[in-house]
């Protein structure tokens, strides 16, 4: 058959098709042009036969293959999202508790240990607890004012261990009562605002009495007391005892508060 005389190919065949078998061995010792063209190796998939699938294998599947990855990454990423949020959920994954263990020291006896549990104070026994720490700090006493000092200083600590012994070189608490024997005073404290977490200001008002007299106006004084305080949980059983909230003063200034 002539290659200016072939029969129009069907829909989907190809051109090598249209030889009736002619194509695929040489004819009469001739070799076929459109056979040596598909041999050539850049050679066009339209010229065989099934080129649409070639064409769907070679690029089709490249898109399948892309969307299928695309489609697995956002499935992995979601389920990273979920176990992130669920270890975060679980943090800290380790909790210090401290026990107390006692241990005599002339027996070597090991008493029961005790867990110390932290202590979480709601706002009206912190503000009981700073009322009493600066009741004892204005209090002037002959017969109860060492003690008093003496406890207020197992509370404070940080700056307020160095603003605590100022103020007591400043008011001369032991030479008054060295001077004047008789001589008392009183604090009332009036309020407490402890809204904002770790300071509070204390409003107090103290008045000096000499003996049975009557304290004059100028006897009488008002002061505002501003306090930082922190809670910190013992881990001594004394401590424990001793200052079961935990309750420290690390700040302590006061100013006094006159009549204009």
Not at 66 to 95: D, N, T, Y
Not at 169 to 182: K, Q, Y
């Amino acid at each position: 058959m002539s290659l200016f005389n072939r029969k129009k190919p069907a829909k989907g065949e190809s051109i090598l098709s249209a030889d009736d078998g002619e194509s695929g061995s040489p004819r009469r010792g001739k070799s076929n042009p459109l056979v040596e063209l598909g041999q050539q190796p850049n050679t066009p998939p339209a010229v065989f036969g099934k080129a649409d699938a070639k064409f769907g294998e070679i690029y089709g599947s490249a898109k399948v293959e892309a969307a299928r990855w695309f489609i697995g990454a956002m499935l992995a990423l979601l389920l990273a999202i979920v176990a992130v949020s669920s270890v975060a959920m679980i943090l800290p994954l380790k909790e210090v508790r401290p026990w107390v263990v006692e241990i005599n020291p002339a027996t070597g006896i090991v008493n029961r240990p005790v867990q110390v549990e932290r202590i979480d104070p709601n706002l009206s026994v912190v503000k009981a607890e700073l009322a009493r720490w600066v009741e004892a700090v204005y209090t002037i006493d002959p017969l109860r004012s060492s003690e008093l000092l003496r406890w207020a200083n197992s509370r404070s600590a940080d700056k307020a261990v160095g603003q605590f012994t100022e103020f007591r070189g400043r008011e001369r608490i032991f030479e008054r009562i060295r001077n004047e024997p008789e001589m008392v005073r009183e604090v009332k404290v009036t309020a407490v605002d402890a809204t904002q977490r770790g300071t509070a200001f204390i409003f107090l008002t103290v008045t000096e009495r000499v003996g049975s007299q009557v304290p004059s106006a100028d006897k009488i004084k008002r002061y505002r007391v501003t306090l930082n305080y922190r809670l910190t949980p013992a881990t001594q059983e004394a401590e424990l005892l001793a200052n079961p909230l935990g309750i420290l003063v690390t700040f302590f200034s006061d100013a006094e508060e006159r009549a204009l």
